[in-house]
C-alpha cells in the first residue's frame, strides 16, 4: 500500500497494465474530511474476468460505495486493480468478496459495499452484493440494515 507521498500511477503517462489479480497495485491518500460521513462512489462498467470453470469471459458493471475514515483509494490505482481481474479465474460473487475485503485492508473504511451486476450467461444473470460496517460502531448496524433491505425496490436494468 502507497500513501500519498508515494502516489505513482496518477499522471503517469506509462501505465502497465497487470495481466492478473494483483491487489499490490492499489494506492491510498489521506481523506481530508474525516469529520464528515460521506460516501465515495465507484462505478466500472468495464469490468471483467474469467469463469474458472470455462474460461470464458464475464462482464459486469461494479459499484463501490464506501464511508471513507482516514484513508481513501487513489481511482486510478483502482482502475488498474480492477483491470487486473481480466484474466482472473473466479465465480462472480468471489470476484464482489475479493474486492471488497482487499479495500478494506488498504483503507479500512467506516462502511462499504460492493456489488455486482454481471451480464447473462446461459439465460440467467448474477448480482451480488457484499458490505461491511466497521465492528462496534454504528457503521456495524447501517451494514446489516442495507443488507436486509438491499434490492427491495431493484431499478430497472436496461443494459442487458
Not at 470455462?54 to 480492477?82: C, H, N, R
Amino acid at each position: 500500500m502507497r500513501e500519498k507521498g508515494d502516489l505513482t500511477l496518477l499522471g503517469n503517462g506509462k501505465t502497465n497494465y497487470p495481466t492478473d489479480y494483483c491487489p499490490d497495485v492499489l494506492e491510498t491518500f489521506d481523506n481530508k474530511h474525516q469529520g464528515n460521513d460521506y460516501f465515495v462512489k465507484f462505478n466500472c462498467p468495464e469490468f471483467t474476468s474469467l469463469c474458472p470453470i470455462t474460461g470464458q469471459p464475464d462482464f459486469a458493471t461494479i459499484y463501490i460505495s464506501y464511508i471513507p475514515d482516514v484513508k481513501m483509494v487513489e481511482s486510478k490505482s483502482l482502475k488498474l486493480y480492477l483491470f487486473s481481474f481480466r484474466e482472473h479465474g473466479d465465480f462472480h460473487e468471489d470476484c464482489v468478496n475479493i474486492i471488497m475485503k482487499d479495500l478494506i485492508r488498504l483503507m479500512d473504511p467506516k462502511y462499504i459495499e460492493v456489488w455486482g451486476k454481471f451480464t447473462p450467461r446461459g439465460g440467467i444473470s448474477i448480482d451480488p452484493y457484499a458490505n461491511y460496517g466497521r465492528p462496534g460502531t454504528k457503521y456495524e448496524q447501517l451494514a446489516w440494515e442495507r443488507l436486509s433491505h438491499h434490492d427491495m425496490y431493484p431499478e430497472k436494468v436496461d443494459n442487458r
